[in-house]
T-cell receptor, first 112, second 113 residues
Framework: KQEVTQIPAALSVPEGENLVLNCSFTDSAIYNLQWFRQDPGKGLTSLLLIQSSQREQTSGRLNASLDKSSGRSTLYIAASQPGDSATYLCAVTSNSGYALNFGKGTSLLVTP | EAQVTQNPRYLITVTGKKLTVTCSQNMNHEYMSWYRQDPGLGLRQIYYSMNVEVTDKGDVPEGYKVSRKEKRNFPLILESPSPNQTSLYFC????????????FGPGTRLTVL
């Protein structure tokens, strides 16, 4: 069964810092990987989707990379802002599955 | 506005009293799914549906039922709720399947006493 791990579980940084969130998965036979943002008491918002054949995807200040062979993905946030404070989750879809397997998330706090 | 809606958003009920949480999407998506989110356990899939009248179990289907009679609706039914079903529930949809971008509803916080 696919296991998805996110490290660290929580992170606090001052505004303006660049930061990296990590996601690892045990089965490299994935179709794609998605990064989501979850604000307290709200649903998930999809940030980036990386296909297994891609190495990275960018959206604004966000850059997600994928190394399928090593079972790792990173989410890079440039010039962090207090509005980036949220929980970030990664999810992988395996080639053989019909579901997303989620990590438990990294809770990010950006302080002014 | 393209969205996934869930009702109710908050619900407190008692053990054994049947309840339904509704989910509706207005994006003509074929794939819909239900998740529950619990502290320390993350998001786990309950049921999913690839299209009308096509549903299948996820990782934690026990105690839940679903139906997909219309493309836009995917209600979650708890026939006899128990306290271990106290959780935050999310409905999600996507164009064709789990490999597409997922759109999540706002969540339903359920407490079973």
């Amino acid at each position: 069964k696919q296991e998805v791990t996110q490290i660290p579980a929580a992170l606090s940084v001052p505004e303006g810092e660049n930061l990296v969130l990590n996601c690892s998965f045990t089965d490299s036979a994935i179709y794609n990987l998605q990064w989501f943002r979850q604000d307290p008491g709200k649903g998930l918002t999809s940030l980036l989707l990386i296909q297994s054949s891609q190495r990275e995807q960018t959206s604004g200040r966000l850059n997600a990379s994928l190394d399928k062979s090593s079972g790792r993905s990173t989410l890079y946030i440039a010039a962090s802002q207090p509005g980036d404070s949220a929980t970030y989750l990664c999810a992988v879809t395996s080639n053989s599955g019909y579901a997303l397997n989620f990590g438990k998330g990294t809770s990010l706090l950006v302080t002014p | 506005e393209a969205q996934v809606t869930q009702n109710p958003r908050y619900l407190i009920t008692v053990t054994g009293k049947k309840l339904t949480v509704t989910c509706s999407q207005n994006m003509n998506h074929e794939y819909m799914s239900w998740y529950r989110q619990d502290p320390g356990l993350g998001l786990r899939q309950i049921y999913y549906s690839m299209n009308v009248e096509v549903t299948d179990k996820g990782d934690v289907p026990e105690g839940y039922k679903v139906s997909r009679k219309e493309k836009r609706n995917f209600p979650l039914i708890l026939e006899s709720p128990s306290p271990n079903q106290t959780s935050l529930y999310f409905c999600a949809s996507s164009l064709r399947g789990p490999t597409d971008t997922q759109y999540f509803g706002p969540g339903t916080r359920l407490t079973v006493l």
